[in-house]
């Protein structure tokens, strides 16, 4: 049985079981994990499960949420990632154990993406002045369209976001890239996105990218939440409404 | 497609209305363009798209007036490329296949029959193999008055290529056979003689159309753009 476990500064407040259910996080009362800090916003986020996958998902707070300390709108969770809200943490703890509150005997969360990213204060308040510059966000609807989007969550690209418009989506220093990256050694085309009719497929360019810590062997179809490493670029492949 | 001589003139005159058109376009930003415009790829993947429609037209046009090529038709691969940008167009079961880092990859969707059940999933593909109706099409330039092109664009790499091929390699080479000779041939030259011979002695009765592309690394590299810094500031 998953669950999640809130902790704050390594004690361990409370914890929710990961059923079919979605389990919604934020400071007001009646979400399965509330968490009374000022830092949290009414409804922050919430985690449900999509495919067989367990994913985590900002519903458009104020400080945003962070995936082992990477900024994520969206992202797919495995066991023993850490989601960070405000100052609190809820590790996803998919292991077998029975419940219980000891915060001992558990090993230890493992990185998800080969080496572990830490925001500096600069980028990170920089996030925080875009995100209350975004402004309003329509509400999620499965039966609206959902536009494939690349988000950048860490790198020197030309613009914040980008909508996947075409068949052809290339990544790098080339003046035909529509994600154009900076870098005097950043090679012109570092990576492609391919849209296929069953969906979106990376491809290498002169650099090996990586989906979700693993670098890519072929052509890979890219999953809603996936998070893309192209050099020092991370990039957050999502659909939106 | 409509008989060897048939098919000989159907062929031809797509070709040749293909790159006319093309060079055409290269002159004169005033060149129309036929068929529908898609959003989703670039003014140069339309233009060879375009190309295809009016081939099409064209071969149409010749086989209703004329009672002796009734039923002739064409299928077609094309490639654009430039710079390191390839535009990809077909109609039919010609097949563009790529060779990148080991791996090859088909990136054309064959408009045969049996392709279709496959991609539908009423067929598997050892049973499309097999399948007597292997040569049945689903689309053709010059058979009906409009079709549908399939277009994609790429970035090519160096150490790819590019093979374009007609169904009489497909058919008689396997794809693990392509990507041997096309990782092992010195030449683009040397894979495309290989290919055609391997079709053959597989008992190759159809003709086998064969185009091998190599990409080759460019000789800029850092240094060359570190000389173009200094030039620059000094």
Known sequence: MSRLVLKFENAVLKEVSLGTRPVTIGRAPDNDLSIDNLAVSNYHARVYTEAGSLVVEDLNSLNGSFLNDI?????????????????HQIWVDQTRDAAGFSNGARKAPAPRVSETMVLDTRQRREMFEQAAAAGERSQLSPDRLRVPTLTVLRGRTDKKEYRLAGKLTVIGRSPMA???????????????????????????????????????????????????????????????? | MGGEAHGEVASTLAVETIVGHCQQAENSRATPTFGESKTDVSERTNRLASAIHLANRKVYEMASSNPGHRGMGATIVAAWVEEQKLSLAHVGDSRAYLLRAGSLEQLTADHSLVAEKVRIGILTPQEADASELQSVLTRAVGTNENVEVDADEQMLLAGDSLLLCSDGLSRMVTDPEIASILLTSISAQNAADRLVDLANENGGVDNVSVIVL???????????????????SG
């Open chain 1, 71 to 87: 900024r994520i709108e969206r992202a797919m969770l495995k066991d023993g990632d850490t989601i960070q809200i405000g100052k």
């Open chain 2, 214 to 232: 190599r990409v080759q690394p460019k000789a800029e590299g850092v240094l060359d753009r570190l000389k173009i810094w200094k030039r620059n």
């Open chain 1, 178 to 241: 529509t994600v154009r990256l900076r870098g005097w050694f950043t090679p012109n085309i570092a990576a492609q996105i391919n849209k296929h009719e069953d969906g979106y497929y990376l491809g290498r360019g002169d650099v090996v990218p990586k989906i979700n810590g693993v670098e890519i062997r072929a052509l890979t179809k890219l999953d809603d939440g996936d998070l893309i490493e192209v050099g020092r670029v991370r990039l957050n492949f999502l659909y939106r409404d």
